[in-house]
């Protein structure tokens, strides 16, 4: 099993303080460059149908409900989806233990 860190980035129309880009990252798990691809377009579209990006206020606090701000779609210029693998399985075998 092959894991591929993504991240959805919004450039913002007003900067945030220090703030210009801001992304709400996820680690996916697959097989195969189609079930990657299925999965990337299935976290594009679920964040579309929230209508924005959730992220942490502070990286270092747990997820609590406290923690966290919804920044809608309207406050960015664009949106777009970065991935960059983080561990390879060239050989679709699993690595030895």
């Known amino acids: 099993m092959t894991q591929t860190l ?3 980035k919004g450039r913002l129309k007003i900067p945030y303080g220090d703030l210009n880009v801001i992304g ?5 798990q ?11 377009q299935a976290i594009m579209a679920e964040c579309f149908q929230y209508g924005g990006l959730t992220i942490p206020i502070d990286e270092q606090q747990p997820k609590t409900i406290t923690n966290i701000r919804f ?3 309207d406050n960015f210029r664009y949106v777009w989806m970065e991935a960059k693998p983080l561990t390879t399985n060239l050989t679709g075998q699993e690595p030895p233990q």
């Open 6 to 8: 993504a991240a959805v």
């Open 24 to 28: 709400q990252a996820f680690v996916v």
């Open 30 to 40: 697959h097989n195969t460059p189609e079930e990657l691809a299925e999965k990337l």
């Open 71 to 73: 920044w809608p779609f």
